[in-house]
C-alpha cells in the first residue's frame, strides 16, 4: 500500500517529524533542569527517605518511551504496524459489511 508522496506531502511530514524532534528536546530539557529542583526539596524536607529516585526513574522512563517513539527506534507500534493495523480494521470491516 505504497502512497504516492507529493512535495506538499513530503513537506508536511518533514514538519510534523521536526516538530516531533523538538518537543522530545523540549520533554528532556524540562526533566534535566527541573529534578535538580526535585532532588534538593527531597534531601532538605526528608534526607532519610529518597523520594526522588521514584521520580527520577518515572519521568525517565517516559523520557525513554518518547525518544524511542521521536526517533522510530521502538520495536513494536511503528509505521509498518501501523500500516498493517489499518489494513487489519479495514478488512475486518469489509467483511463485516459484507455480512449483513
Not at 529534578?35 to 526522588?52: A, D, E, K, Q
Request: hydrophobic share 45%.
Amino acid at each position: 500500500m505504497e502512497k504516492d508522496f507529493t512535495e506538499a506531502d513530503r513537506y508536511y511530514d518533514a514538519q510534523k517529524k521536526v516538530k516531533e524532534i523538538r518537543e522530545f528536546y523540549e520533554h528532556l530539557t524540562v526533566y534535566v533542569l527541573v529534578n535538580p529542583i526535585v532532588i534538593v526539596v527531597n534531601l532538605m524536607t526528608s534526607p532519610g527517605y529518597l523520594w526522588f529516585l521514584w521520580c527520577l526513574m518515572g519521568w525517565g522512563m517516559a523520557i525513554v518511551l518518547h525518544g524511542l517513539k521521536v526517533f522510530s527506534l521502538p520495536p513494536f507500534f511503528n509505521k509498518k504496524w501501523e500500516e498493517r493495523k489499518i489494513k487489519e480494521i479495514m478488512d475486518k470491516e469489509k467483511n463485516r459489511k459484507s455480512w449483513e
